[in-house]
């Protein structure tokens, strides 16, 4: 988790961080990254890196972090069987948004390498009907989110499946 010392920086300094942090994880898997690289991009010590970050897979959590509150700002709070034109219409707002923020390629690298460098873990058993419809919309969302990264060419033919599926869950 990012220190507190990293969160008192000033403003331009933490952006700085930030950015070299997202040149290093959009051109190399959290597997080949590289410390050096990072510190020389931000141009800070390579003990400061260490005094904001337990280790490269702790700056890689917390920038994926980042990004992933930035892109969701304005997505749908909770995927339901009323608002489906709304959730899956957001698939292509998510992808201009990674785009425009410059995370394109660290969600790519994400889905090709770092996803299972990190390991994932089970989603949460669904407690009843409401939970277990909300749980399938996610998961189908999130592998068209997923398939469209990859696939980019593919955009509108897996927004199209994604919505006839859903609609036919009703």
């Known amino acids: 988790m990012v220190s507190a010392t990293f969160e008192h920086l000033p403003v331009e300094k933490q952006s700085r961080i930030r950015q070299a942090l997202l040149n290093e994880f959009s051109h190399y898997p959290l597997a080949d990254a590289q410390v050096a690289r990072i510190v020389k991009d931000a141009n800070i010590a390579r003990g400061a890196f260490y005094k904001y970050f337990d280790d490269l897979t702790d700056a890689y959590r917390y920038l994926f972090g980042v990004a992933m509150v930035e892109i969701h700002r304005t997505m749908p709070k909770r995927p339901t069987l009323d608002n489906i034109d709304e959730y899956v219409d957001s ?43 909300e749980w399938a919309i996610t998961a189908l969302y999130h592998q068209t989110v997923r398939d469209v990264v990859l696939d980019p060419e593919s955009m509108d033919e897996r927004i199209k499946q994604l919505r006839v599926v859903l609609q036919n869950v009703k």
């Open 91 to 133: 698939i292509r707002k998510f992808i201009l948004e990674a785009d425009e923020a410059g995370y394109r390629q660290l969600i790519k690298l994400h889905y090709q390498y770092n996803e299972g460098f990190l390991g994932r873990r089970p989603t949460t058993i669904p407690s009843d009907a409401d939970s277990a419809k």
